[in-house]
């Protein structure tokens, strides 16, 4: 780790983490330092995204190939009404910046490609899937796995959420969900409707996985998914484990994507 001192701004910033013992100069140094791809700026991104600043994590990278629509803004805390139009990518960094300015954001306004995917995840110490979508699920996923990299991630409907942590020594999505649901299965938000705090509440909980991931503190929810009840606010967790025969971190696992139609069911050449 290279050196690097708290100047007296920073002191003051983040004097409530420098007095945990747990997390102490040492700590806030090391969240400085550190990196985190957050994929999606919206409902579950923008809570992952606004903790993750002000938590003092040095580089943030957001992806996102969406704009903000007025529709958005009953839950996605980090974009405004002026900023209806704007790539969502850009107004989560320009908050990024006015939230904290120790931080270095990179606005990435596209959708992951799977020829960029094991490189772009590569360069981070941690991913957060804030997506809406089962193919970049499934991609990012595959990437985090293959890189050995850490991948938090969540997701909602109407008034429940899940979390868990994908960690390179745990098994991984597709051992969770082998397979994902047929197309048209699973309608989205505007289909359905979605409570306006839930994912707030499920952002928080990933942005906190990946604290823990870049201090190496606590015990991830690796093996574990954490289903969460917003209208009995209610908390289970179901453990889950390594699938010997899972096409992407099993014995005979993949080291590539090129082989993988993202497209068409996710499936995996040969699986």
Do not use: W
Not at 45 to 53: C, D, E, K, R, T
Not at 113 to 128: N, S, T
């Amino acid at each position: 780790m290279t050196d690097l001192s708290l100047d007296a701004t920073q002191l003051d910033r983040y004097s409530r983490h420098i007095i945990l013992d747990d997390v102490g100069p040492e700590g806030q140094k090391r969240l400085l330092e550190g990196s985190a791809l957050v994929v999606g700026a919206g409902g579950l991104g923008a809570p992952v995204i606004q903790y993750l600043a002000a938590a003092g994590v040095g580089h943030l990278g957001i992806v996102d190939d969406d704009v903000v629509e007025r529709s958005n803004l009953q839950r996605q805390i980090i974009h405004r009404d002026a900023d209806v139009g704007r790539p969502k990518a850009e107004s989560a960094a320009e908050f990024v910046a006015e939230l904290n300015p120790d931080v270095e954001v990179e606005a990435m306004e596209r959708r992951i490609a799977p020829d960029e995917a094991r490189e772009l995840v590569a360069d981070y110490d941690v991913v957060v899937d804030c997506t809406d979508n089962f193919p970049t699920r499934y991609m990012l996923n595959d990437a985090c796995s293959i890189e050995g990299v850490p991948l938090c991630h969540g997701a909602i409907y109407k008034f429940e959420g899940q979390v868990t942590t994908l960690t390179p020594d745990g098994p991984c999505y597709r051992c969770l969900f082998p397979e994902p649901p047929e197309p048209g299965t699973v309608p989205d938000c505007a289909t359905t409707g979605v409570l306006g705090v839930l994912p707030g509440t499920v952002g928080c909980l990933q942005a906190t996985e990946a604290v823990k991931v870049l201090l190496g503190l606590g015990d991830a929810l690796s093996g574990r998914l954490l289903f969460y009840d917003a209208r009995e606010l209610s908390f289970e967790t179901v453990p889950y484990r390594e699938n010997p025969d899972c096409p992407v971190c099993g014995d005979e696992g993949i080291d590539s994507l090129s082989g993988v139609d993202y497209d068409g069911g996710c499936q995996i050449a040969g699986d």
